[in-house]
């Protein structure tokens, strides 16, 4: 059975926080602690719809099974562009008012913008029965920032009456993938048609862009610490900060990996680190947190594996009650 010893945590502030634990019950909490905080602090990812699909009851219209996508809307209509990085992991049509016997089928079709007012289809679905009501399907499609979303069909509702600003653009011939094509002179082409109309087709982008997890240590307050942050969505980054301040450098390794040098900073400050890349700026979370170095104790303020467990708990433990880095002096009882 473990010695039981008075536990004394005594901040920079000079604040002491009495603890009495067994020597293996401290050992024990450190590691309940790590864990509690590692659920905690797991990042989720965020869902943004796009589009929007026809109201219930809308009748069929025309340009059967051709390919359409909403070329702009208005400030009163939701938009068709994805506004970050990420992966559509669904998509939705309106079925037409009354169903459909048979033959009525949609297909979901990505277009990336292109210089010179070219577009080209960098990914689609396989058809889709819309027989009737509100149809909703599974899809995995990575998605950039400024990818739009369109739609093929036949006989069901294609699009629908929209607001003023809403443009939508058919297609003439079937656009291949990856292939780039302009406004129309040859085929495959788009033209601009059907004013204040919008497409009937909606779609949920996961965002893909997330700091999942970082090096516990800043490194030192005097800054230049090495920090690898780990994640998604970071090719094409141009900031990384902490808590705001700019990193010194910053080298993207991969899409989900960087290694950042820290800015100067406060002893036993745990400080947020975001990343900006084209998918947006990263939401700050608790896996994002790194913690400058304190006395000499690296990792927020743990001691290095060689030591005692004992003291990875007590430090642990200190660092959840916000006293990370406090010195920590051991006094049996009298």
């Known amino acids: 059975m473990g010695k039981a010893v008075n536990v004394l945590l005594r901040r920079r502030d000079g604040i002491v926080a009495p603890m009495n634990r067994g020597l293996r ?5 450190g590691i309940a602690v790590v864990a509690m905080l590692a659920m905690a602090s797991a990042a989720s990812a965020a869902n ?43 998509w939705s049509v309106q079925a037409q ?27 689609e679905t396989t ?31 294609r699009f629908y009456s929209g607001q003023t600003g809403d443009v939508v653009d058919f ?8 292939t780039p094509f302009g406004a129309c002179g040859s085929s495959p082409c788009y033209f601009t048609s059907e004013g204040n109309s919008l497409v009937n087709v909606s779609a949920v982008v996961q965002t893909s862009l997330a700091v999942a997890s970082v090096s516990a240590s800043c490194g030192a307050a ?45 002893a036993g400050q745990a400080v947020d680190i975001t990343v900006t890349a084209p998918g947006g700026t990263s939401q700050a979370t608790l896996a994002d947190r790194c913690t400058y170095d304190v006395l000499g104790l690296p ?5 290095p594996a060689s030591e005692p467990a004992w003291r990875i708990g007590l430090a642990a433990a200190a660092a959840a009650i916000g006293m990370a880095g406090a010195a920590i002096t051991l006094r049996r009882p009298r």
Do not use: H
């Open 299 to 303: 990792k927020a303020g743990l001691p």
């Open 127 to 157: 058809d889709q029965n819309i027989d009737a009501g509100l149809k909703t399907f599974p899809a995995s499609i990575a998605v950039l920032a400024g990818d739009r979303i369109g739609i093929e069909g036949s006989n069901g509702v």
């Open 97 to 123: 008012s009354g169903g459909c016997n048979s033959g009525c089928t949609a297909r979901l079709r990505v277009f990336r913008s292109l210089p010179g007012n070219t577009f080209e289809m960098v990914a």
């Open 25 to 29: 019950g401290l050992a024990g909490l």
């Open 48 to 90: 943004i719809s796009i589009g929007q699909t026809a109201p219930a009851g809308t009748s069929g219209n025309g340009c059967s099974g051709c390919t359409l996508f909403q070329g702009t809307t208005g400030s009163a209509s939701p938009s068709y562009v994805t506004p970050v990085n990420g992966v559509i992991t669904s």
């Open 222 to 266: 005097a800054g230049g610490g090495s920090v690898t942050i780990s994640g998604a969505g970071f090719t094409g980054a141009t900031a990384v900060k902490f808590n705001g301040v700019n990193a010194q450098s910053f080298t993207v390794v991969s899409d989900t990996q960087i290694v950042a040098k820290a800015p100067a900073g406060t």
């Open 171 to 178: 297609m003439v011939g079937d656009p291949a993938l990856n």
